[in-house]
T-cell receptor, first 110, second 111 residues
């Protein structure tokens, strides 16, 4: 089975709202996590990453939170825009490669 | 800076045919990867390489082969195409311990 998964397959929000996308992982030994955004017909695009020695990391309009106690990862997008509409994947580093979950489709309406 | 470049973008194969998906990166990354993505699903690792001359199997290697003769190139070969190999294929690269960057994908249909 997959070691990384997302709680909800779809999320619909209004433009300007804050979005929260969740992810659960099962390997407590994982020490590096990445969020990717994938637009239709394109490859995954790096958004933000976090190492296991951190609980929170902020980027431009995005924040990743890591709760190692419950093995939970979340991506928060502030002031969501139509251009944020895409599929979002969390990925867990296992050895050399990444293990991906199934993705959450974020739909932003104006 | 081109990053990770994949060719072809689209290809239709008949069952039993063979083909090679090309992948090149210009970032001098040691690590390279091939993933496949089926509709509505996440990415599954096919093969990866940590340097020239070194390759390893990922989660779903059956039906594929790879080689890594140079740091820049990491071709993926399908020897006997099957309908189950219809998918989108992504090549990626990284430096050790750093972010993995993906190419734009190759859409393969086997009929």
């Amino acid at each position: 089975g997959e070691s990384v998964g997302l709680h909800l397959p779809t999320l619909s929000v209004q433009e300007g709202d804050n979005s929260i996308i969740n992810c659960a992982y099962s390997n407590s030994a994982s020490d590096y996590f990445i969020w990717y955004k994938q637009e239709s017909g394109k490859g995954p695009q790096f958004i933000i990453d976090i190492r296991s020695n951190m609980d929170k990391r902020q980027g431009q309009r995005v924040t990743v939170l890591l709760n190692k106690t419950v093995k939970h990862l979340s991506l928060q997008i502030a002031a969501t825009q139509p251009g944020d509409s895409a599929v979002y994947f969390c990925a867990e580093k296992e050895g050399t490669a990444l293990i991906f979950g199934k993705g959450t489709t974020l739909s932003v309406s104006s | 800076n081109a990053g990770v470049t994949q060719t072809p973008k689209f290809r239709i194969l008949k069952i039993g045919q063979s083909m090679t998906l090309q992948c090149a990166q210009d970032m001098n990354h040691n690590y390279m990867y091939w993933y496949r993505q089926d509709p509505g699903m996440g990415l599954k690792l096919i093969y990866y390489s940590v340097g020239a001359g070194i390759t390893d199997k990922g989660e779903v290697p059956n039906g594929y082969n790879v080689s890594r003769s140079t740091t820049e190139d990491f071709p993926l070969r399908l020897e006997l195409a099957a309908p189950s190999q219809t998918s989108v294929y992504f090549c990626a690269s990284s430096s050790p311990g750093n972010t993995i960057y993906f190419g734009e994908g190759s859409w393969l249909t086997v009929v």
